[in-house]
């Protein structure tokens, strides 16, 4: 007995009907002429805020840093028994 197999047109096809440049549009996902979404600059308040934000906890920071760094300093030369610790600012 033998099995016959048969194939379909579109098998032998190497280019199916849906798949022929004749049949295929170009495919504009954005059209030229349209004007931003005044909707979409409201999502950037936000993310303006947050990096506001993130600049001002930066800057408190690095002033913090600064000031425990003179402080520290302030001690160490205290506890060393110095009597002279004042910090001199050239004018």
Do not use: F, H, Y
């Not at 022929?20 to 059209?31: S, V």
């Not at 979404?37 to 947050?50: I, K, L, V």
């Amino acid at each position: 007995m033998k099995i016959e197999k048969e194939e379909s047109p579109l098998m032998n096809d190497p280019k199916p009907q849906n798949m022929k440049p004749q049949n295929m549009k170009p495919q504009n996902t954005k059209p030229e002429n349209v004007k931003p979404d005044p909707e979409s600059q409201g999502n950037r308040t936000p993310a303006m805020a947050g990096l506001a934000i993130a600049v001002v906890l930066l800057v408190v920071g690095l002033w913090l840093a600064r000031e425990l760094t003179a402080a520290s300093k302030m001690q160490d030369c205290l506890m060393s028994g110095r009597t002279n610790c004042n910090v001199i600012r050239p004018q």
